[in-house]
Structures are given as structure tokens and as C-alpha cells.
């Protein structure tokens, strides 16, 4: 689940940094050599810009080449240097490290500068495609299907109570999941459909803030020996 199914920025410990540094190392190597200084900007939300999964990655990015000159960037308010009027203040490369999880308006602004310097050719890590998957539950289950890996039953709902059809063939107990959010919020587990619609009812379950939820047949975990 998300975040339920994403690592919370916290897990971004120095394996974690270093598994990163090495994919951007590769990305270093593509830029053009005669780059001075390569400008890296590495956008992140504010209360998280001093955390050690941001300094750690400054810090080794800095030690990376001699002529790597990277900027934090709050996404709150950077821009990127993505003004239409000049390309002078955008960098080689962006680097996204805002949660997923951000509040939806901040995440809006964020695919927009994502994808602004997407079209602008800068080489973007955890790009709009990457940061719009992690949003969604939904788009989690749709990936890990296509990777031939198998998940639990899950059905789409766009409202509440589901209709019958929505309903049909699902096993109870299910996880009730607003599709957006994270850090496991909002996850509820439901032991029949009228438990789930006295729910409802009471307000106890609410959609996503995209309007979306699913409800995922509930898998218990393994029993530890």
C-alpha cells in the first residue's frame, strides 16, 4: 500500500543515498563535459531540506566531480529557474526528492515543475511519471501487475457505498484505501459489506482527495515462527 506501499522519506538512510548516488553518477557521466559548473538543483520540501537523505545526497553529489554546483530548493517556492523568459537559471539536472504525500496542492505545483523541465530537456531524476505513480495506489497495483507480480483483489470505487456491481465477487475482510495520501491514513479494515456501510454512514471511511478509494481483499500477514 502507499505508504503503506512507499518508504516514508525517513527510510532514506546512507544505503539508500548511496543506491541513489549511483544512478546519478551514471547521469553525471552523460552530461556534456564542457558544463562548468553542472548545476544540480535537488528540490525537496522545506521542513526536510536539512534531514540526512537530503545532506547526505548534497554531500556526495558535491564530491561526485569538481565542477558540481548543486542548490536545495524548497518546493514550496522554487521555481527552478523555469521562468519562460530565460533558460540562464535552469540547471543540468533536477533531482525530486518531495514526498509524494505532500498536500495536494503542493503536489500539483510539483508535477508542474517536474514536467517543465522535463520539456525543457533537463535530465530529471524521480520525474512526473515516477512522482504521479507514487501518488496513486491505484497506479501501484496497475505497475506491479505489469511486472507479472502478483497483488491483492482490489476494485476501484468514485463513490460511496459502492454499488452492488463494484461489490460483486469481492471477499470480505477488505482494506478500505483512499487512493492518494500516505503513511498508511485513512486505511480502514472492514469485516463485511455492512460494516461497510454502517462506515459510510458514520463518516468513518472517506475517499481520497482525488475522489478515488479501493477496497483490496484483506491478506493476513505470515505467521512468524
Known amino acids: ?3 503503506a506501499s512507499t518508504l516514508p522519506p525517513q527510510a ?18 552523460h552530461c556534456n563535459g564542457d558544463m562548468h559548473p553542472l ?18 545526497l548534497v554531500d556526495r553529489l558535491t564530491a561526485a566531480r569538481p565542477d558540481v554546483k548543486v542548490r536545495v ?8 529557474g523555469l521562468g519562460v523568459e530565460s533558460k540562464r537559471q535552469q540547471p543540468h539536472v533536477l533531482i525530486n526528492r518531495v514526498s509524494d504525500a505532500a498536500a495536494p496542492a503542493l503536489a500539483k505545483a510539483t508535477v508542474t515543475l517536474l ?6 530537456g533537463v535530465r530529471v531524476i524521480n520525474g512526473s511519471r515516477c512522482y504521479g505513480i507514487g501518488m496513486s495506489k491505484l497506479l501501484h497495483h496497475v505497475m506491479l501487475d505489469g511486472a507479472g507480480l ?10 460511496l457505498p459502492p454499488d452492488e456491481e463494484t461489490l460483486a465477487g469481492l471477499r470480505f ?43 483490496q481483499e484483506y491478506v493476513a500477514p505470515a505467521r512468524q515462527e
Open 150 to 159: 502478483a497483488t491483492p483483489r482490489s476494485v476501484v470505487c468514485r463513490r
Open 39 to 56: 548545476r544540480i538543483d535537488v528540490l525537496t520540501l522545506a521542513a526536510h531540506r536539512r534531514q540526512v537523505w537530503v545532506r547526505l
Open 73 to 80: 530548493l524548497d518546493a514550496e517556492e522554487a521555481t527552478v
Open 1 to 3: 500500500a502507499h505508504r
Open 12 to 29: 532514506a538512510d546512507s544505503g539508500v543515498v548511496t543506491s541513489m548516488r549511483s544512478g546519478v553518477g551514471e547521469e553525471l557521466h
Open 173 to 215: 475482510p477488505v482494506l478500505f484505501k483512499p487512493n492518494s495520501g500516505g503513511f498508511g491514513a485513512g486505511i480502514v479494515r472492514l469485516d463485511s459489506e455492512a460494516e461497510l456501510k454502517e462506515s459510510v454512514a458514520i463518516g468513518a471511511v472517506k475517499m481520497g482527495e482525488d475522489g478515488m478509494c479501493l477496497l
Open 115 to 120: 514536467s517543465a523541465a522535463e520539456a525543457r
